[in-house]
């Protein structure tokens, strides 16, 4: 059973930096496209950034490029967000997904519980 | 960037009718792309639909989708009240990856 896990959230200030994970199981993790999915509290989806089986394709919302920096350590089984400059509306639940295949152009077949960010002094 | 509109914002059913959801794109999107995705509250969201008409693992056949270019649609062809969520179409085609805002099913 895939089981994807995610966490490192939690009350921030504006402009500091929060360092999100997620840890999968249950699949071949190193075969895998991953993204993470945010959704603001009571509001809809918004890709966030996302990264291919081999790092070889890394992609960015316009809204987090260049202060979210996305990685991947294929030897843990693990995803990686590091966000800074964190800004008010960075605020939300964030989901980690898995791609359906290794390429960073494809759907997610799975998706964790999410972690909540929370911006404010 | 594709920006998707869903139509309607809301949509009120009763249980057993046919619900029928359009997800409309700025652009065409590549190779038929596009996702469908359904949220119940405090939960993630549930693949049902890729690459525009495939149906995920474990969707009954009651959901349906079609299209290609710029307008997709999501049909359910008889609601059950588990259908009654939020549903979300996604282009992954091009980056950036982009959602639509959303359609909400609702019990009439």
């Known amino acids: 059973e895939v089981q994807l896990v995610e966490s490192g959230g939690g009350l921030v200030q504006p402009g500091r930096s929060l360092r999100l994970s997620c840890t999968a199981s249950g699949f071949t993790f190193d075969d895998y496209a991953m993204h993470w999915v945010r959704q603001a509290p009571g509001k809809g989806l918004e890709w966030v950034s996302g990264i291919s089986w081999n790092s070889g394709t890394i992609g960015y919302a316009d809204s987090v490029k260049g202060r979210f920096t996305i990685s991947r350590d294929n030897a843990k089984n693990s995803l990686y967000l590091q966000m800074n400059s964190l800004r008010a509306e960075d605020m939300a639940l964030y989901y980690c997904a898995k791609g359906a295949s290794g390429s960073y152009y494809y759907y997610f077949d799975n998706w964790g519980q999410g972690t909540l960010v929370t911006v404010s002094s | 960037e594709i920006v998707l509109t869903q139509s309607p914002g809301t949509l009120s059913l009763s249980p057993g009718e046919r619900a029928t959801l359009s997800c409309r794109a700025s652009?065409?999107?590549?190779?038929?792309?596009l996702a469908w995705y359904r949220q119940k509250p405090g939960q993630a969201p549930r693949l049902l639909i890729y690459?525009?008409?495939s149906r995920a693992t474990g969707i009954p056949d009651s959901f349906s989708g079609s299209g290609s270019g710029t307008d997709f649609t999501l049909t359910i062809s008889r609601l059950e009240p588990e259908d009654f969520a939020v549903y979300y179409c996604h282009q992954y085609g091009s980056s950036p990856h982009t959602f639509g805002q959303g359609t909400k099913l609702e019990i009439k």
């Open positions: 690459g525009a008409s």
């Open positions: 652009q065409s999107v590549s190779s038929s792309y």
